[in-house]
Each structure stands twice: as structure tokens, then as C-alpha cells.
């Protein structure tokens, strides 16, 4: 079983986390940039972590044979901190790095007119850049933060094909679906997704746009629940292919449009186009 973890904290895991999720199969990672727990206090301290972000973690990563991409952005929470706003400045020169594979996470958290600001201005910037979105989603009163994020996603003119909308539910997983963007459900060990409650989504909904995450941090998490979900739909009687489009293609084709996913390293040779010798995957659809 090949697995991308379309959105995991490592920042806040361990070496084991590392060599665990590679012996489970993952084969890569995206990073998106987030709130720390403590607050920060200046921009400088996000210019640290975003740097941190695209150098030391892919190098840690790396050590384990796991490739490692990052989203950066102003997260949703600091969004209302006025000593954060300046972050929104800094933004573009990390926007134009190889590897940075998309604009996140943004959205909302407690849904104020600081967050409607930074989440549009941020929205802006991946249109500007040309590079998909992660958008996070409220973990509270899920349903009207859902809608309002499909509303601001819809009114920044970005292709709807270009937005993850992600930490869905039972309660959002149609409203995401119906607007055209990309799921994202993180799966958690025993609050909110779980492997089970995945599998029936994905017998519901089809494997189409669907993103399987662990979100692994520093909270109680898990970063091998994406292997968990894999498992859970082989039980559940879906093929290997199956487990393969939601675990790997699915984020594969996501993050490839931001033309910055070079995955050759790892590629099975029949995804290598036999005229040009070129990844399909460079370039991105
Ligand atoms: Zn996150």
C-alpha cells in the first residue's frame, strides 16, 4: 500500500512517527503551515518556522525516505492576532518555492471579520500564484462554517477544482462535494473521523475528490490512521485500487496542480510518459 498523507504536522512528531509511517507505506507528505499552540508574538517568528517548513524537514524527512512538500499561510486562528497580520507580507516570497505545493491552511476558525480578511487576501494569493488551496474548516459549528467557506471560496473566482476544503463530516461532506471542491477528512483515534465512519463516506460518496488525511500534530493523533482507513476499506470489501486512488492518486493529482510535485524518485515506470521520459506528474493537470 503506496501512501501520501495529504496534510500531517511533522514538525510536532518524532523520528519513530517517521520510521513508523515509513514501514506503513508512506511514501510522502504534506506539511501545511499552522498554529503552534503557543502563540506567536511577531512575523519574525513565522519567517523561522516557514523556513523551517522547506529546509529542515524535508532534510529529516528525507533520512526516513519520505519526501516532504509544505502549504504556507497565515492560519485562521492567528489571523486575529493584529502582531500576526504583517505575516500576509511574507507571504509571496515563500509562495514562489518549489517546495511549496499549495496556499494553507486557511479558512476559518472562529469565523470574525479578521479571518473573512485574511482567508479572501490568502484566497487572492493562490489565484496570483497559480497554486491549489488547503482550507481549513471550523471544528465547531460545522455546518455554517462550512457554508460560509464554500461562499468566500466560490466569490474569490478560484477554480473550484483547486480547493481542498478539509476536516469534513457526515454533516458536511455533501455541501463540499455538490460545490465542486476537492474532501479532506482527518481522521482521528477516537474523536471526530474515524476509519469506519470513512469507509461508509466513501461507500456513499465514491472515491472521486475524496482526501484521507491523518492531521497528525501535537495533539492526541495518530500519523498512521491514513494506513488504518487503507485497511478498513480492503475489510470493507474495496479493491487495492481503490485504497490506491484515495492514499496516493487522489493527492497526487491535487497537489500535482501546482506543477511542483516531482514524485519521479518514487514513481512506478508505467506512470512515466515512454515518449518524453518525463513524469506525468511534473507539470501537474
Ligand atoms: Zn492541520
Known amino acids: ?24 507505506g508512506v511514501r510522502a507528505v504534506v506539511e501545511p503551515a499552522f498554529w503552534l499552540g503557543q502563540p506567536r508574538t511577531s512575523a519574525a517568528s513565522f519567517t523561522d518556522y516557514f523556513d523551517s517548513l522547506i529546509g529542515w524537514e524535508p532534510f529529516r524527512a528525507g533520512q526516513f525516505g519520505v519526501r516532504h ?20 507580507d ?21 469565523m470574525t471579520p479578521e479571518e473573512d480578511e485574511a482567508f479572501a487576501a490568502q484566497l487572492a494569493l493562490a489565484v496570483a500564484y497559480d497554486l491549489p488551496a488547503l482550507v481549513h474548516t471550523p471544528h465547531r459549528d460545522k455546518a455554517r ?76 493523533s495518530d500519523p498512521l490512521l491514513t494506513r488504518a482507513t487503507g485497511e478498513a476499506m480492503l475489510a470493507a470489501g474495496f479493491s487495492d485500487d481503490d485504497v490506491d486512488r484515495v492514499l ?19 514513481e512506478d515506470p508505467a506512470a512515466v510518459d515512454p515518449q518524453t521520459g518525463n513524469s506525468i506528474l511534473r507539470g501537474g493537470s
Open 1 to 24: 500500500m503506496r501512501i501520501f498523507d495529504p496534510h500531517i504536522h511533522m514538525t510536532s512528531r518524532t523520528t519513530d512517527d517517521y520510521e513508523r509511517m515509513a514501514a506503513a
Open 145 to 220: 462554517g462550512c457554508e460560509r467557506t464554500l461562499a468566500v471560496v466560490a466569490e474569490s473566482g478560484i477554480d473550484a477544482g483547486r480547493v481542498v476544503v478539509d476536516h469534513l463530516n457526515e454533516v458536511t461532506v455533501k455541501l463540499v462535494r455538490d460545490s465542486g471542491c476537492w474532501l479532506g477528512f482527518s481522521i482521528y483515534p477516537d474523536t471526530k473521523m474515524t476509519p469506519q465512519r470513512m469507509v461508509e463516506l466513501l461507500r456513499e460518496y465514491g472515491t472521486d475528490r475524496m482526501l484521507v488525511n491523518s492531521a497528525a500534530d501535537w495533539g492526541r
Open 69 to 88: 512538500f509544505a502549504t504556507i499561510a497565515l492560519n485562521p486562528k492567528e489571523a486575529n492576532d493584529p502582531r500576526c497580520r504583517p505575516v500576509l
Open 248 to 266: 496516493w492518486r487522489n493527492p497526487v493529482e491535487f497537489y500535482g496542480q501546482s506543477g511542483r510535485l516531482d514524485l519521479s524518485d518514487l
Open 90 to 110: 511574507l507571504l509571496p516570497r515563500y509562495l514562489d518555492k518549489d517546495a511549496v505545493v499549495a496556499v494553507g491552511e486557511i479558512g476559518y476558525d472562529s
